[in-house]
């Protein structure tokens, strides 16, 4: 194939890659937000870390998105600013962590008991649909530009997929057990999770498991 015809196949497939963070941006803007006050309002730990985990994919996307923008416009990335950035993104995961580990514990330590949550269910219901083809379509652009970054970033997108099956689970869980213990135990899977993910942003990288990794 020429070099002609090479290069609008990648700038189809940047710009591609710059509205998928977009939708990502936007959809978890609206996920984090729900989430954060049906959690608040049901008392539920694990629904609450899950919104906050949101805003954070925000910020984790943003610096994606903000990178791609930047080469597509031919201009040069702050490779400074860029790891401050992602090292206040690692930061706010372990944060979150700390909370939900800290809540989780003080609810099972108390028996307090989170109210069932139809809201919660619903919406992490609907994002055990979106994010893996979010994740899948994601990849797909990453590996037509031979992007390390947006790999990584559709493996990011792979792990809210989990997270939202994890607390889908708890969640339901609890409305059909009625376990006090279920919620919290959610709590801790999003704790592991985040410390995951925080930890890789603060070595540079916005998550990725070994195989998107690989150079």
């Not at 509205?19 to 729900?34: D, F």
């Amino acid at each position: 194939m020429s070099e002609t015809a090479v290069r609008p196949a990648l700038s189809r497939a940047a710009h591609r890659a710059v509205a998928y963070e977009g939708v990502t941006i936007g959809y978890n803007l609206l996920e984090g937000a729900v989430a954060v006050a049906a959690g608040l309002v049901a008392g539920s730990v694990a629904l609450t870390g899950f919104g906050v985990d949101s805003g954070i994919e925000v910020a984790a996307a943003t610096v994606v998105l903000v990178r791609l923008l930047a080469e597509l416009q031919g201009r040069g990335v702050d490779e400074g600013r860029e790891r401050l950035a992602l090292r206040f993104i690692a930061v706010t995961f372990f944060a979150l962590a700390a909370y939900v580990l800290v809540e989780g514990a003080r609810d099972l330590a108390t028996g307090a008991k989170p109210d069932t949550s139809p809201v919660g269910i619903g919406l992490t219901a609907a994002s055990i649909v979106i994010m893996p083809w979010l994740a899948w379509v994601k990849r797909r652009a990453g590996e037509q530009l031979g992007s390390r970054l947006v790999i990584a970033d559709a493996a990011e997108t792979r792990l809210c997929a989990l997270l939202s099956v994890s607390t889908f689970a708890g969640l339901l869980a609890f409305a059909a057990f009625g376990a006090t213990w279920i919620d919290s135990v959610a709590g801790f899977v999003i704790a592991y999770f985040a410390v995951r993910e925080g930890r890789e942003a603060w070595a540079g990288e916005v998550a990725c498991d070994h195989d998107d990794c690989d150079d």
